[in-house]
């Protein structure tokens, strides 16, 4: 019966759980007003790892449940949108983790699987 009740809980949470996207000024003040960290992924069009980012390892409710409600996430385009200043990058996907009062917390370059991407996520909140 337990089984079953975790199994429902996780299907639950991957199911209705999303990184909650908005634009880099928004997650600012956001990010001061309720103390979350900013995760911004730099992307580009038809970048295979950034697709894999997205549609997988974002996605996923391992992931999920350890970002919990206490990341907001910036998605920007590096062909098409503007790259705030500080946020430099050599390949996509590029992830910087900054806090909530802007500072920049750590980096990931490059796409990572679900084991790794969560183990970078509990470093993010444990710094």
Do not use: Y
């Not at 639950?12 to 001061?32: G, N, P, V, Y």
């Not at 590096?78 to 500080?86: A, H, K, R």
């Not at 946020?87 to 917390?105: S, V």
């Amino acid at each position: 019966m337990i089984k079953i009740a975790l199994i429902a809980t996780l299907l639950a949470t991957s199911l209705f759980a999303q990184i909650e996207w908005m634009k880099f000024s928004e997650a600012k003040t956001k990010a001061k007003e309720e103390q979350k960290i900013i995760m911004v992924m730099l992307s580009k069009e038809g970048c295979p790892a950034c697709e894999f980012m997205d549609d997988r390892v974002l996605r996923d409710a391992k992931v999920l449940e350890e970002m919990g409600d206490k990341f907001i996430g910036v998605h920007i385009d590096v062909n098409d949108d503007l790259i705030p200043e500080g946020l430099d990058f050599i390949g996509t996907p590029t992830f910087h983790f900054l806090g909530a009062n802007g500072r920049k917390i750590d980096r990931l370059d490059g796409g990572a699987n679900v084991k790794n991407f969560t183990e970078k996520i509990k470093e993010v909140k444990a710094k």
